[in-house]
C-alpha cells in the first residue's frame, strides 16, 4: 500500500524532528516545542511545554446533544424584575423560581425578595431570617428546591461579575446549580449557569424574554412595591420610571 509506506516516511521523517526537539530542549533547556507547529497547525504553544489544540466552546445546534441553555421570562417577571433593579439605590438582591425545561430552557416562573441588608456597594443576606423565609415559602407550597436564580443590582454603577461576585459563585451556593443574574438601573443584564456537580463548568446565559412590554398596572407596582418592602432593608428609589413609552407612561 503506497500511501501507508509513503505516510510512515513522513511520519519517522516527523518522528525524528520531534526527537531532535526533545534533545534540544534537554541540551539547552530553555527551548520551547514552538519547533512542532509545523506538525499540528491548530496548537499553539500557550506557556512553555504546554501545547493548546482549539479552545473551549459551548457545541451549538444539532453537533450538540441538547439545545443550548437560556434563561426565559415572561414579561411579567421581566418587568418585575427590572422594577426591582430600578428601585434599588445601590445594590438589592431578588431570587428566582426556575423550572427546567427538556429543551434547556431554565424558565423563571416567580421572583421573591429574600431577607437582605443592601447598601451602596453591598448586599447582604440576613443569615439569621434566611432559614425561616425559606420555611415561610414552604409553608405556602412552594418547591424551594426550584428556588435556583440568584439576582443582584449594581445601582447606578455598571452591570457585570465583579471579582467579589464570582467568590460568592464559587463558594457559598449549597446545590449542584445555581443561575445567577446581575442587573443595574439601565436594564443592562447578564445571567450566568454555574454547575457544580457532577462536573463543575460555568457558562454564560442568553437570556430571553417573551412579548416584552414596558409599562406597569397600579396592582402590579403595589404588589411588586410590598415584596421589596417586606423583607428588604436599605435605600430604596421612592419613584421610578420602566421606561417613557407605555399605557401609564412607564411610572411605577
Ligand atoms: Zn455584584
Redesign the pocket.
Known amino acids: 500500500m503506497q500511501i501507508f509506506s509513503r505516510w510512515k516516511q513522513e511520519w519517522n521523517a516527523a518522528w525524528e524532528h520531534i526527537q531532535e526537539q526533545i534533545y534540544n530542549l534537554s541540551s539547552e533547556g530553555k527551548k520551547t516545542w514552538h519547533g512542532l507547529g509545523y506538525l499540528f497547525e491548530q496548537a499553539r504553544a500557550t506557556n512553555g511545554l504546554r501545547f493548546n489544540f482549539g479552545n473551549a466552546r459551548l457545541i451549538e445546534d444539532n453537533q450538540a446533544i441538547a439545545p443550548q441553555p437560556r434563561l426565559v421570562m415572561s414579561e411579567t417577571v421581566f418587568r418585575e424584575l427590572l422594577y426591582y433593579m430600578r428601585r434599588f439605590r445601590g445594590?438589592g438582591q431578588v431570587m428566582g423560581f426556575i423550572d427546567v425545561h427538556k429543551d434547556n430552557a431554565f424558565i423563571v416562573s416567580e421572583l421573591v425578595i429574600p431577607p437582605h441588608t443592601a447598601g451602596p456597594a453591598s448586599a447582604d443576606l440576613d443569615q439569621d431570617k434566611f432559614p425561616f423565609w425559606l420555611e415561610s415559602l414552604v409553608e405556602s407550597g412552594k418547591d424551594v428546591t426550584k428556588l435556583r436564580m440568584q439576582g443582584?443590582s449594581?445601582g447606578d454603577i455598571a452591570s457585570y461579575?465583579?471579582a467579589?461576585?464570582i467568590d460568592t459563585i464559587r463558594e457559598e451556593y449549597a446545590c449542584d446549580w445555581m443561575v445567577s443574574v446581575?442587573g443595574n438601573r439601565l436594564g443592562i443584564f447578564h445571567a450566568r449557569l454555574d454547575i457544580y456537580r457532577p462536573i463543575p463548568i460555568s457558562i454564560s446565559l442568553p437570556m430571553f424574554v417573551e412579548n416584552l412590554t414596558t409599562y406597569a398596572e397600579p396592582n402590579e407596582i403595589l404588589a411588586w412595591s410590598s415584596k421589596l418592602e417586606d423583607t428588604q432593608t436599605g435605600e430604596l428609589i421612592e419613584t421610578v420610571e420602566l421606561s417613557h413609552k407605555g399605557r401609564n407612561n412607564g411610572k411605577f
Open positions: 445594590e443582584h449594581h461579575f465583579s467579589e461576585d446581575v
